[in-house]
């Protein structure tokens, strides 16, 4: 008896999804992520354009774009290509993140990537500390959308 109970332990332990990480969808579409704004329904045919979307529009809709907020712990972001039809990639760091400084490769989070075709999903795997983070897409010239994490 003693040992079906140590067994029963054994497999719940192993099957449990103790700090199984929370999925958190982001849609992108030409020069912006949905979750956060409007679609202001942008056409892009290559990076350039949102590069020249974003210098005229940026700072305006980064006023009244939502600013995501989560407890410290682990997350995957699950971005998606909706209608891009180029290579998009998804990079979230912290908000003071300099990836010239050797030093914060080893000190700050970081966590980047490309492969984003058109109507494809890929998922970023990080563990936030509480603080404030920058995330945007450097392919599709999105603005720098905040995230703050914080302890409830």
């Not at 979750?35 to 990076?47: A, Y």
């Not at 058109?118 to 905040?146: E, F």
């Amino acid at each position: 008896m003693k040992n079906l109970f140590v067994f029963g332990l054994i497999a719940w332990f192993w099957s449990a999804p103790a700090g199984a990480a929370e999925i958190i969808e982001l849609t992108q579409t030409p020069c912006q992520f949905l979750e956060v704004e409007k679609d202001l329904g942008f056409k892009s045919t290559k990076k350039a354009d949102c590069e020249q979307i974003n210098a005229q529009t940026a700072t305006e809709r980064l006023k009244q774009a939502r600013v995501i907020t989560v407890k410290p712990g682990d997350y995957i972001f699950r971005v998606r290509n909706k209608n891009v039809p180029y290579e998009l990639g998804f990079w979230l760091r912290d908000v003071d993140y300099d990836w010239r400084n050797p030093l914060h490769k080893l000190t700050k989070t970081s966590v980047s990537g490309g492969g984003l075709t058109l109507g494809k999903s890929k998922d970023y795997a990080v563990t936030l500390k509480p603080g404030k983070y920058l995330y945007s897409c450097p392919l599709n010239t999105t603005p720098d959308y905040t995230l703050i994490v914080k302890s409830p």
